[in-house]
């Protein structure tokens, strides 16, 4: 007798989509999803709990193994805790650093995403573009810090290194011929009507939905939310410098794809105007106790990664160690929505969708 | 050949045959070979990389080295496969696609077998590796590989009727279906070439058959992103190797056809050029269509499956019988 049974697909943990090793179970009518269970923990070190045996300073490389694509970034969410909860005044010569060591490290961040979600989508090209531009970041930052991927840069009150001779100008440099390049990745791409048809209206939902999900990041600004913490609570030097925050209409995989690209250009923006008031000398380190005891309390800190809303609640009883500490990640926040935005779509969309919250496993299993 | 089709079978007629196929098949199996080398070449160039090119001098032994390791490759089959058609299904999709070489002239005596239905015979046995590919899908037991060969015989054909309905055109403006003949009536200057006058007809024949490859933006049934390698994905070693011979033996049919229907053959641009041989003119046409077919390869993002369909039945095949009408109005006005 023939009759018609629904489909259990195991995409994941090795699929080269998932960015890594995340599993989601889909249930197929056809080429139709009816059900998406999404199976986290792969990756899961138990970088919190670690932390709670590690004195601050330690605890630093371990951010950089969360969101793996944008260290930098979570380095400064931990260290900003703890330098907020100690009052420890950061010289500007080394907030100017961390700034910029951010802002290059969103490009990057954004390019990685540009790159892969082209390729998910099945144009093979861009992503070598994209990571040919993200190299001459790492390269970068290789020469401030000696690492490519997991910087280890930041410490509690200032940065470990200060730049090299002639470092700035290599980012001038650098800054100028990305403009360029992202007019070319425009022409090339964002145009593209096979594109414009597999992302137009794909994956999209309204502000309301998004605020109730929590996303934050490029998938908030997606729905319409104009919502950036470097302009709604400005921290580091943001209140200084000029820059857009974009947003879309729709909330769908297209307006998050220009908005990334948008927050390239901004990035640069915010970088032209850092490097053109760099100052000429001064400490990178502020005045630090030699071991670092946070007084007794609790504080949360916020900043904006290029996934979104990067926390840390820190919770201190006086001790070189924390007593907790807990990362708002914002990759595992945004993919809550998953399971929600898959029913109904096709399996190609899948891929779609899921390129297009941007999600870092090392920083969704922490 | 032609000669020796038309006389009765003998012994030694038999040996010519079977030498000209051998013939053929090791023409095949360089352009293969070098297809994929200049293919890697080409796109390693338009992404600033070098591509392969340290097998042999240039990387030109990288295939030869790659076929090699697939052929001491562990032949795996899986336990829940279904045994025979897992063996038989690599192998159903590669004849088929040699068959089709048998009726393509490279000159105007250089043709293996010169039928009156030419391209008839290319679209009928072309349709026998899809069912190859559909069961290579199932027979793998393998959830990924079903989808892949699902989409596969959905997209095949659907885009066969728009690649048969877009040389209509032609068949009408040389009545027959012959290929020889087709590109006889395109001799003279390079807008006598089909492709000038049935212009619908030639980009819709170019957008099928570029489907009908499976290349990109029309890869869905291997759509790696997606489908991980679609169909073929619990295949290795030389039965893989099998399916990818067929896949390129296919793209050197569809360069050729698209040579011999729109772009004049063997026939040079201009007939002063004459003194040139006309399998170099022929060589230079082929190469450029496989060398668009590997540029759209680096440049373009995949469809998806709906779209596909749609863009099948929707635009092309409208179009096709467009041209259809329009050629006909033409034949009937200018004769």
Known sequence: ?366 | MQHYWNSPVTWGHAGIFLLGAIAVLAVVIVFVTYAIYFERKVIGWMQFRQGPNRTGPLGLLQTVADVAKLLIKEDTIPTRADRALFVLAPALAFVPSFLVLAIIPYGLHLQFADLNVGFLYYIALSGVTTIAIVIAGWASNNKYALLGGMRSAAQMISYEVPLVMSIVGVAMMTGSLNLREIVLHQEGYFWHWNFLPQIIGFAVFVVAAVSELNRTPFDLPEAESELVAGYHVEYSGFRFAFFMLAEYIYMYAIACLTTLLFLGGWNPPFPQLDFIPGLVWFALKFAAVVFFLFWIRATLPRLRVDQLMGLAWKALLPLAILNIFLTALGIEWWG
């Not at chain 1, 179970?25 to 986290?40: C, H, Q, R």
């Not at chain 1, 540009?114 to 930052?141: H, K, M, V």
């Not at chain 1, 007084?295 to 840390?312: K, L, M």
């Open chain 1, 1 to 366: 007798m023939i009759r018609t049974e629904e489909l259990l697909l195991n995409v994941g943990p090795q699929h080269p989509s998932t960015h890594g090793v995340f599993r989601i179970i889909v249930k197929l009518d056809g080429e139709i999803i009816t059900e998406a269970t999404p199976v986290m923990g792969y990756l899961h070190r138990g970088t919190e709990k670690l932390a709670e045996q590690l004195n601050f300073t330690q605890i630093i490389p371990y951010t950089d193994r969360m969101d793996y694509v944008s260290a930098m970034t979570n380095n400064y969410v931990l260290v900003h805790a703890v330098e907020k909860l100690m009052g420890i005044e950061v010289p500007e010569r080394a907030e100017f650093l961390r700034l910029i060591v951010m802002e290059l490290q969103r490009v990057a961040s954004h390019l990685v995403w540009w790159g892969t979600y082209l390729l998910d989508i099945g144009a093979l090209s861009p992503f070598l573009y994209a990571f040919n531009d993200r190299e001459r970041i790492l390269q970068l930052f290789n020469e401030l810090c000696g690492a490519r991927l997991t910087y280890n840069y930041m410490r509690v009150g200032g940065v470990k290194w200060d730049a090299p001779e002639g470092w700035i100008d290599k980012v001038k440099e650098f800054v100028r011929s990305m403009h360029g390049k992202l007019a070319e990745y425009d022409k090339l791409a964002s145009g593209n009507e096979i594109l414009l048809s597999r992302l137009k209206g794909v994956g999209a939902y309204d502000a309301e939905t998004a605020i109730a999900y929590g996303l934050s990041g490029a998938n908030l600004r997606s729905a319409g939310v104009k919502w950036d913490l470097r302009k709604n609570e400005p921290y580091s030097l943001y209140d200084r410098f000029e820059f857009d925050v974009p947003v879309g209409t729709n909330g769908d995989c297209y307006d998050r794809y220009l908005i990334r690209l948008e927050e390239i250009r901004q990035s640069l923006r915010i970088l032209e105007q850092a490097l053109e008031q760099f100052p000429a000398g001064g400490e990178t380190m502020g005045k630090v106790p030699r071991v670092i005891r946070p007084p007794a309390g609790e504080i949360y800190v916020r900043i904006e990664s290029p996934r979104g809303e990067i926390g840390c609640y820190l919770v201190s009883k006086g001790k070189a160690e924390p007593y907790r500490l807990k990362f708002r990640r914002p990759s595992f926040v945004n993919l809550q929505i998953l399971p929600k935005l898959l029913v109904g779509e096709s399996m190609t969309n899948l891929v779609t969708i899921l390129g297009g919250i941007d999600i870092v496993l090392g920083e969704v299993d922490c």
